[in-house]
């Protein structure tokens, strides 16, 4: 059977009525083409919801929704049994307000296979299907859209914010809108679990019972009491509500959830489901509530400064007073506004300007913050898996990763001289002022160099030809001028292609002088 593009409908039949939400047309539920985690096709369900008011001339934009956590099991899919009261009422808003709201059940929820929970690449890209297949049911879209989420789903977001104008070209993404989104993960579980006496949190459970999905090798069992052992079990395969009822009126120390970030190798674990502080390309909206006790407010307005620190343009809203569920139906119409504001604006160029700062090291830094970030390197590694349509967990996507990982330790091992996990301009200065030719950074550089070649290597011979090293730079945002340029300066031994020790002499060369005109200058492309 031929394996369809993703976003593709597949099969769609009405949504029960009892599921609509308020200002609902017409309802669909979705079966359309996916990608799993670990690579290859999955079918992924999902719902198009389409408002009942008169549609414009040019057609109704999109928000593509992003859901919060349910459960892990089919039985906690939306299109299978409906929104939660609050959710409902929030998405009715958007629906008032004129949009068709694409939702995702997010895979492995309603299809064969697991849901990996928490892994935002893993599940963004579920979210940007939906908006395409929703725009196969013939209702006229603008072709413009927004994502936004909830808890889970605001994570979600975050990710199809870092991700979705290179994942999706053809479409004309605006910004992104997270309610209440677990961010900064070690600091969140710090902060819920540092009171023993504290009542469990539910997003805790969940991420336990998640957690083996993306990374196998977990074993929560070895952690818990037998009473969290008990509750972790449970959220492995039951709905929110149940899940809830289970753990009411138990502490951390019940459940042996007491400083859970500061046990062995679990810090490590809840770092990689953080969301990289990074510049977006496209606005962001942060809210947050101030009586959240899932996700703390001082936790999310601390993301929303650094995000703004990196150069996104960020808004941050406290809803004094409401709980992380209430926060889903506080002042949604200024959602819809500030989303409308976006939708009406130009279209954004497709590549922002770089940094104006008179500066080797502005090149280096692509948020224009004066510090490389290990974050930095994280971001760009996602949106260029993305921009190949590769699957977060295949062998090419995890090489990429540890590429930019292994180059960010190899300069932070050099030139972060004070340790603090980020180089300022002046210890770049330092470093390359006294960089030798026998540092064995070539060797570390390598690695990359080796993974970005496979990664564009469609014949697998090991070299990179004109055209797949012009597909490579397009996936960095580079333009056909400056693609062609690039690689005549790569080829150094003008044999029509580049090898991956060509790419380390490029790559040398720019971390130890980053200027506009080297042919490294790729390593970051443009934001």
């Known amino acids: 059977m031929p394996e369809h593009a993703r976003g593709s409908l597949l099969h769609h039949e009405a949504l029960p009525v009892e599921f609509w939400p308020d200002h609902t047309l017409q309802a669909r539920r979705m079966l359309y083409a996916g990608l799993g985690y670990h690579g290859g096709p999955r079918d992924v369900t999902g719902m198009a919801l389409v408002p009942d008011t008169p549609v414009p001339s040019e057609g109704l934009p999109i928000v593509g929704y992003a859901h919060g956590t349910t459960g892990l099991g089919d039985d906690a899919a939306p299109s299978q049994v409906g929104f939660t009261r609050l959710e409902r009422e929030h998405v009715a808003r958007w629906l008032a307000a004129g949009y068709i709201v694409a939702v995702t059940d997010y895979e492995g929820l309603s299809t064969p296979g697991p849901h990996p929970y928490l892994n935002g690449e893993a599940v963004a890209d579920d979210v940007i299907d939906a908006v395409r297949a929703a725009r196969q049911l013939g209702v006229p879209t603008t072709g413009r859209w927004v994502v ?6 605001g994570h979600a977001a ?3 914010g870092l991700m979705a104008s290179r994942y999706a070209p053809e479409l004309d993404f605006r910004g992104t809108l997270a309610l209440a989104p677990p961010v900064h993960m070690p600091l969140l579980i710090g902060a819920v679990t540092a009171d023993g006496a504290r009542p469990v949190s539910i997003l805790t459970s969940y991420l336990l019972a998640g957690l083996p999905i993306s ?3 977990f074993d929560p069992r070895g952690l818990l009491t037998d009473e969290g052992d008990r509750l972790v079990e449970l959220a492995a395969t039951a709905p929110l509500v149940e899940v809830l009822r289970a753990g009411r009126g138990l502490t951390n120390d019940d459940v042996g959830t007491t400083n859970l970030h500061q046990r062995e190798g679990v810090y490590e674990l809840l770092d990689t489901c953080r969301v990289p502080v990074a510049r977006f390309d496209r606005p962001v909206l942060v809210t947050a509530g101030g009586a959240d006790d899932v996700v703390p407010l001082e936790v999310v307005e601390r993301f929303a400064d650094d995000l703004r620190a990196a150069g996104t343009d960020v808004e941050f809203t406290c809803h004094e007073g409401a709980n992380h569920g209430v926060v889903l139906t ?3 119409d ?10 009406a604006a130009p279209a954004p160029p497709a590549s922002p300007p770089a940094s104006a700062r008179d500066s080797r090291f502005s090149l280096l830094d692509p948020t224009g913050d004066g510090y490389v970030t290990r974050d930095d390197y994280e971001a760009f590694a996602l949106r260029l898996v993305q921009a190949f349509g590769q699957p977060p967990g295949s ?9 930019y990982r292994r180059l960010w330790r190899a300069l932070a091992d050099r030139a972060d001289t004070d340790r603090d996990g980020q180089i300022g301009e002046a210890e770049f200065l330092e470093w390359i002022g006294a960089v030798r030719d026998d540092d064995g950074f070539d060797d570390e550089i390598a690695p990359l160099a080796r993974a970005v070649v496979a990664l564009a290597d469609d014949d697998s011979d090991g070299m990179l030809t004109e055209r797949e090293l012009r597909r490579l ?13 690039v690689f005549a300066e790569l080829d150094l031994d003008a044999s029509a292609s580049v090898d991956s020790a060509e790419l380390v002499a490029a790559i040398r060369a720019f971390c130890v002088n980053p200027a506009a005109h080297q042919p490294g200058a790729w390593l970051f492309g443009t934001i």
Do not use: I, K, N
């Open 148 to 153: 936004a989420g909830f808890s889970q789903g």
């Open 158 to 160: 975050l990710f199809v």
């Open 215 to 217: 990374h196998p090798e």
């Open 330 to 332: 506080s002042d949604v």
């Open 334 to 343: 200024a959602l819809t506004s500030w989303a409308a504001r976006l939708l």
């Open 395 to 403: 062998p090419a996507a995890l090489a990429v990763r540890e590429g």
């Open 473 to 485: 730079l397009a996936a960095c945002g580079l333009s056909t001028a400056q693609s062609q340029r």
